[in-house]
């Protein structure tokens, strides 16, 4: 490819031949002649010379690498689990047919499928289930106080900041490193183009779930109940969305202080805040559910569990979606990707629960917990194993009700 000598250059080049010409110059009558006419020289061009090759953009999965099975988590296959460097996914380790099911992260590329993993990707930021319909209307929640338990997270990603009224940290200790777990369950309740419920404020309170330590927990839901103490009527905190079981588990083990966590409850409870939680217990009445092609509108799509598992069912439980979703995400500061789920977690549906009553409590705030859970109820579609599966227009619809 020929490139122009720099003007600066030439000139540098040219300064001799200009100083000599100066120094013996001639007036035109003066010539001899004799004297031969000089034709003038050809522009100048460098020669050709190739193209170094472009450098590689990403990096590829290491040789050896087992082949991606349906429901693979594909962060499991990079080395130290790398969510930053834009990683090539080969075609000879995934199957397209496949990539619905995968989880996989934002900075991922599917070789020869990348339209298909961005649309997928897109697409799990539907919460399904008629909600963008009520978003058109104007209920998204705003003017409602939610908060959430969570593990710790970096506030500042695109998708929440907007939405966080409050952060406490009761001892995660990460600096300034996020989790998985707390950016997920945010932008599911509240995010900006993914939550259920984006008009919404949280109080968010980071518990190390790590320690199994049910003590942070409560210390979490006390913190809360103590914010709530101090906001005036009709700005009051309505439900706490905490995707964990601070408790002892049957067989032994689990969290250590549960009885904490039951008297934290208790105070919350007293204080009018409703709180979801995934004990066995009446707290833990919210059940995860799929939709086979992603997120759908059509509540009589959905099955209660995941594509690989079913679940039980209690009368008081409500089913609401987990799979097939897209969640935000902030490992590293500043560092802001999304992960798409193929099969996600009841952790999935309790802030898309606590979302839901949101949008019901901008209708009605006059409404107490147990009346709203009773709406929750009373407006499921109940399919044939007597599953309640969640229906927000069909909620808003009887809370709407309540107030004509």
């Given amino acids: 490819?020929?490139?122009?000598?720099?003007?600066?250059?030439?000139?540098?080049?040219?300064?001799?031949?200009?100083?000599?010409?100066?120094?013996?110059?001639?007036?035109?009558?003066?010539?001899?002649?004799?004297?031969?006419?000089?034709?003038?020289?050809?522009?100048?061009?460098?020669?050709?010379?190739?193209?170094?090759?472009?450098?590689?953009?990403?990096?590829?999965?290491?040789?050896?690498?087992?082949?991606?099975?349906?429901?693979?988590?594909?962060?499991?296959?990079?080395?130290?689990?790398?969510?930053?460097?834009?990683?090539?996914?080969g075609k000879e380790f995934f199957d397209p047919d496949d990539l619905h099911t995968y989880r996989y992260e934002s900075n991922l590329i599917f070789e020869?499928?990348?339209?298909?993993?961005?649309?997928?990707?897109?697409?799990?930021?539907?919460?399904g289930l008629g909600?963008?319909?009520?978003?058109?209307?104007?209920?998204?929640?705003?003017?409602?106080?939610?908060?959430?338990?969570d593990q710790n997270l970096l506030p500042d990603h695109p998708e929440y900041a907007g939405c966080l009224a409050d952060y406490y940290d009761s001892g995660c200790n990460t600096g300034e490193r996020g989790s998985m777990h707390g950016p997920a369950v945010l932008s599911i309740l509240a995010g900006e183009t993914l939550g259920v419920a984006p008009g919404a404020k949280v109080y968010y309170a980071a518990a190390p779930s790590w320690e199994l330590d049910a003590a942070y927990y409560a210390d979490c839901l006390n913190w809360i109940v103590e914010q709530n103490e101090a906001l005036p009527e009709g700005e009051k905190i309505r439900v706490v969305s905490v995707s964990a079981a601070p408790e002892r588990w049957p067989g032994g083990g689990g969290y250590t202080n549960s009885d904490q966590w039951v008297e934290a409850v208790a105070a919350a409870e007293e204080a009018g805040i409703l709180v979801i939680d995934v004990r066995n217990a009446k707290t833990g009445f919210v059940g995860l559910?799929?939709?086979?092609?992603?997120?759908?509108?059509?509540?009589?799509?959905?099955?209660?569990?995941?594509?690989?598992s079913t679940v039980p069912n209690r009368e008081d439980m409500v089913f609401a979606p987990a799979c097939f979703r897209t969640t935000a995400q902030e490992y590293t500061k500043g560092n802001y990707i999304y992960t798409y789920w193929g099969e996600g977690g009841v952790s999935w549906s309790v802030p898309y629960v606590a979302g839901v009553l949101a949008l019901g409590w901008q209708i009605n705030p006059e409404l107490d917990a147990e009346a709203?859970?009773?709406?929750?109820?009373?407006?499921?579609?109940?399919?044939?194993?007597g599953c309640h599966m969640i229906d927000p227009p069909a909620f808003i619809e009887l809370v709407q009700a309540t107030v004509e």
């Avoid at 001799?16 to 020289?41: F, I, N, T, Y």
């Avoid at 020869?112 to 919460?127: C, F, R, T, V, Y």
């Avoid at 909600?131 to 338990?149: P, W, Y």
Wanted: aromatic fraction near 6%; glycine fraction near 8%.
């Fill in 112 to 127: 020869g499928s990348q339209e298909l993993a961005d649309q997928l990707l897109e697409e799990g930021k539907n919460p």
């Fill in 372 to 385: 709203m859970k009773e709406l929750l109820l009373q407006s499921a579609w109940v399919d044939g194993r």
């Fill in 131 to 149: 909600v963008r319909g009520l978003h058109e209307q104007g209920i998204t929640g705003a003017g409602v106080n939610v908060a959430i338990i």
């Fill in 1 to 89: 490819m020929s490139k122009r000598v720099p003007a600066a250059l030439l000139a540098f080049c040219m300064m001799p031949m200009l100083l000599s010409a100066c120094a013996g110059r001639q007036e035109p009558s003066e010539l001899p002649e004799d004297a031969v006419k000089q034709e003038e020289p050809a522009p100048f061009e460098e020669p050709d010379v190739p193209e170094a090759p472009p450098e590689e953009e990403f990096l590829r999965l290491p040789e050896g690498t087992a082949p991606l099975k349906p429901y693979d988590e594909v962060f499991l296959k990079l080395p130290d689990w790398d969510f930053v460097t834009p990683y090539l996914i």
């Fill in 289 to 308: 559910s799929y939709c086979m092609g992603g997120p759908s509108d059509n509540v009589q799509k959905y099955r209660p569990g995941t594509p690989l």
